[in-house]
Nanobody, 124 residues
Framework: QAQLVESGGGLVEAGDSLRLSCAAPGYHFSNDNLGWFHQAPGKERQFVAGIKWSSSWTYYSDSVNGRFTISKDNAKNTVYLQMNSLKPEDTGLYYC?????????????????WGQGTRVTVSS
């Protein structure tokens, strides 16, 4: 089981940028998918971005495509989410999750381990 630790959230204004980090100390990623999910207040958790650890192939939700970028650092065993042009609707908790399967998925139910979340607040 992977212990995932997110960081980087905060309070920003619309149009600003943030970079979230997800570290997995002691866990060795191989044929996994790493995903970022967003949970807005009072709503269900929604897929934002994913990356295949072995190939670095990335995939995004339509709502963030072009604004957010997911990346990884093999040496640090860390996944990042660069968020640009933030909007008030991007406000909420952001969770990092790992799917211990080679096939990608945008469904939260397909992910095995989750971090505790990091809060992002975007003011208008």
């Amino acid at each position: 089981q992977a212990q995932l630790v997110e960081s980087g959230g905060g309070l920003v204004e619309a149009g600003d940028s943030l970079r979230l980090s997800c570290a997995a100390p002691g866990y060795h990623f191989s044929n996994d998918n790493l995903g970022w999910f967003h949970q807005a207040p009072g709503k269900e958790r929604q897929f934002v971005a994913g990356i295949k650890w072995s190939s670095s192939w990335t995939y995004y939700s339509d709502s963030v495509n072009g604004r957010f970028t997911i990346s990884k650092d093999n040496a640090k065993n860390t996944v990042y989410l660069q968020m640009n042009s933030l909007k008030p609707e991007d406000t909420g908790l952001y969770y990092c999750a790992v799917r211990r399967n080679w096939y990608s998925s945008r469904d939260a139910a397909d992910y095995d381990d989750w971090g505790q979340g990091t809060r992002v607040t975007v003011s208008s």
